[in-house]
């Protein structure tokens, strides 16, 4: 067998060799680790302009993906603050929100006084605003399957957005984030009801007394507060106390005239047994 050796090519041909394994390497490489070379050689103001530019076009995973890159790589600076920030909503929109509660928290923490930190504190709003419903009752636009679920994250959204308001009273954010308590406050509420009703209808009658009670105190404000007023007066009746659910009576008659229960005293009826059978029929 003929060993070719290495001397017997000329030095021109051994430069061109070189400069080709050179090129295939480079080649390589661009193939394997682009985006990871790229993000990593970017300074700093390319970067988030990349990120962002990500996040203008609905690419939210990749938004992610930049912000913290950019955030590893410099730990410091208006940037690094704009980036956490902006990544807190690029994974707020891509559908992570224990991602996004836990980065907005950390960026509220650690910068108190940051200009937009306003926007952090709605934005938290946001997040457990959204979690509010299911998969479901987004799909079949059911918002009264919303008073049938867990409040829990309804009574934080409710707060994340008082907390914005007595914070920043004169917020850009402030206005909407008092709608959606408005509309939290009426969700709260018919959930109590709804609860008051199921122990009404079960006879627990000091149990549905307390709830319906619950939401003349803390709901005042709201238009549940009219069937709170005739649910204690069932509820007083059922328990024999006349001379309160004559009071609660009349207090209803004075400010819900056209209440159903003042030409109806059965009001609310009980869920028949085959509505009870239907699923996602509304019964409570």
Not at 104 to 116: E, G, Q, S
Not at 187 to 211: G, P, T
């Amino acid at each position: 067998m003929r060993v070719i050796k290495l001397s017997m090519f000329p030095m021109p041909v051994l430069r061109v060799l070189a400069v080709l394994a050179l090129l295939m390497s480079m080649s390589a490489c661009s193939i394997f680790g682009s985006k990871r070379s790229t993000d990593d050689n970017l300074p700093v103001a390319a970067l988030y302009a990349k990120a962002h530019t990500s996040l203008e076009n609905g690419d939210y995973a990749a938004a992610t993906r930049s912000y913290q890159r950019l955030i590893a790589r410099f730990p410091s600076g208006p940037y690094n603050e704009q980036a956490q920030l902006d990544m807190a909503y690029s994974q707020y929109k891509d559908n992570q929100p224990d991602d996004a509660l836990s980065t907005v928290n950390r960026f509220i923490k650690t910068y108190p006084a940051n200009k937009h930190v306003d926007y952090a504190y709605y934005l938290r709003g946001l997040i457990n605003f959204d979690r509010t419903s299911g998969v479901l009752e987004r799909f079949m636009k059911r918002d009264g399957a919303q008073t049938r679920r867990d409040q829990g994250y309804n009574l934080q959204a409710f707060d994340d957005f008082a907390e914005l308001s007595r914070r920043f009273p004169d917020s850009a954010y402030t206005a909407d984030a008092r709608q959606r308590m408005i509309y939290l406050r009426n969700i709260l509420a018919q959930y109590e009801i709804n609860v008051a009703e199921f122990y009404l209808h079960n006879k627990a009658y000091i149990a549905s007394a307390d709830r319906a009670q619950y939401v003349i105190e803390h709901y005042q404000q709201a238009p549940q507060t009219g069937d709170a007023l005739a649910i204690l007066t069932r509820s007083y009746l059922a328990l024999d106390h006349k001379g309160l659910a004559a009071q609660t009576r009349q207090v209803l008659a004075l400010n819900y005239p056209n209440h159903p229960y003042l030409t109806d005293p059965k009001w609310p009826h009980a869920p028949s047994t085959l509505r009870k059978l239907i699923p996602f029929s509304g019964h409570h």
